[in-house]
């Protein structure tokens, strides 16, 4: 029988939901491209709770002990006690998610001799080092699909709130003020500007797609080029590189996996040649940016917003510079952890529970490692390596926050 050991976000601080604002969750079966939504043989959840919280346990506690198998869930991840480490030496499978990542370094799968796979709940594994993943012969999952429109939502939310100066002008609302012209001598339409993506997968299509309504002028650089129909359709300008991309984009939105080749990508050169004024929104991954040289654009106005939901280390300490720097949207890691991607991403994962525990392949498209190499989606989106360095870091939330 297996050891589970599975890394979720607390619950609320006002405690795990007895309720919850909507009834009901809209049915979707299928995603644009024609894959399905999870299907596992079964759930043991109320689709529309909150899963991705300790108590939640990603609705998976039945399932597995009821096979027999001792399920672990934890919030301690980091530091010197945190439980992740302690639960390492016997367990078969982690589970973790971006939100709250346990960071699977080479250290800490030297610490796991019975280790077979590492799920993530949710899309985006670079919490794990894939290049000792690899060398161990460790599975690596996610669940591809699962939040892609939810971050793709997110991106727009974020373009909007920045173009339009929102933030500022809820907080002097929230002051008592009727500021009008401190509201707007930052507010400015989205119609008409140049708008680019950097990739054009699930999330970057997606972007492109919603966006294309505003009448703006859409962008794009992806390792893999769209096909010539969708590229017509949405009227495309293709780049080869950031540096033309950036050169001639209002907006710049970053919708890549983080790993070797993109690991601080938008940096102190690179952002040379962004226009002066452009938006950043950066939900993909924190370390695709140098988090210094983001603050310092921001201080010197060569960038005249940034917004994301990600961060290195997650969680950041009280003192990372996103926290403090002026003219930004940033959330803590929230766009593809909504109540509706929860239910997508809790099912995928008990689908590829499912298939480990009865011998059946998962999903290719699931796959991020398998049998020593990049697999599936992996193959697709990623480049061999690490790009874990200096997550340690992420110890220090406890000690610097209140
Ligand atoms: P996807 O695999 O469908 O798309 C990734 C795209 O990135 C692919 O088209 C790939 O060709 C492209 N790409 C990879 N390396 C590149 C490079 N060096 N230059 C240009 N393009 C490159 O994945 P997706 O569903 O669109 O998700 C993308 C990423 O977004 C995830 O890997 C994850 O890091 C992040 N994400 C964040 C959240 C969140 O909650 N904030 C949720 C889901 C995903």
Redesign the pocket.
């Known amino acids: 029988m297996a050891k589970i050991v599975c890394v979720l976000y607390d619950d609320p601080v006002t405690g795990y939901p007895k309720t919850y604002a909507r009834d009901d969750l809209p049915k979707i079966e299928r995603y644009p491209d024609g894959q399905t939504l999870p299907t596992p043989k079964g759930i043991d959840f109320t689709p529309g709770s909150l899963l991705g919280s300790v108590s939640g346990e990603l609705g998976l506690r039945k399932y597995l002990e009821s096979a027999g198998h001792q399920l672990v869930v934890t919030s301690s991840k980091d530091g010197a006690d945190s439980q992740l480490d302690k639960e390492l030496h016997d367990a078969e499978i982690v589970i973790s998610q971006?939100?709250w990542p346990a960071y699977m370094t080479a250290e800490r799968i030297a610490k796991a001799p019975k280790l077979k796979m590492i799920v993530t709940a949710?899309?985006?594994s670079?919490h794990t080092d894939l290049q000792a993943a690899m060398e161990r012969g460790i599975t690596v999952a996610e669940v591809?699909?699962c939040?892609?429109h939810s971050?793709a939502e997110h991106v727009v939310m974020m373009t909007l709130a920045l173009v339009r100066n929102y933030l500022p002008s809820y907080d002097w609302v929230r002051k008592g003020g009727w500021n009008i012209a401190d509201c707007v001598a930052r507010s400015y339409d989205l119609e008409g500007m140049n708008v680019g993506t950097?990739?054009?997968?699930?999330?970057?299509l997606r972007v492109l797609r919603l966006l294309k309504p505003f009448d703006v002028k859409l962008h794009y650089?992806?390792?893999?080029r769209l096909p010539e129909a969708v590229e017509r359709e949405l009227n495309l300008t293709h780049h080869t590189s950031l540096e033309s991309l950036s050169k001639v984009c209002d907006v710049v939105t970053l919708?890549?996996?983080?790993?070797p080749?993109?690991e601080h990508m938008v940096n102190a050169q690179s952002l040379k040649n962004f226009k002066r004024g452009a938006y950043l929104i950066n939900?993909?991954?924190g370390k695709l940016c140098d988090a210094n040289a983001i603050a310092a654009a921001l201080e010197s106005g060569q960038l005249a917003g940034y917004a994301g939901?990600?961060w290195f280390p997650q969680p950041p300490a009280a003192d990372h510079p996103w926290r403090h720097m002026p003219h930004h949207g940033m959330t803590p890691?929230i766009?593809?952890?909504s109540l509706s991607a929860q239910t997508r991403y809790a099912a995928g994962t008990r689908e590829i529970l499912e298939c480990y525990f009865e011998n059946r392949p998962i999903r290719n498209e699931y796959l991020v490692v398998k049998g020593g190499q990049l697999a599936g989606?992996g193959a697709?989106?990623y480049s061999a390596g690490n790009a874990t360095g200096g997550s340690e870091d992420a110890a220090r939330f406890k000690a610097t926050s209140k």
């Open positions: 971006p939100f949710g899309i985006g670079d591809t699909y939040n892609s971050v950097v990739a054009a997968g699930r999330i970057g650089m992806d390792r893999h919708n890549c996996p983080l790993h080749e993109t939900t993909a991954r939901d990600v890691h766009s593809g952890t989606v697709h989106s």
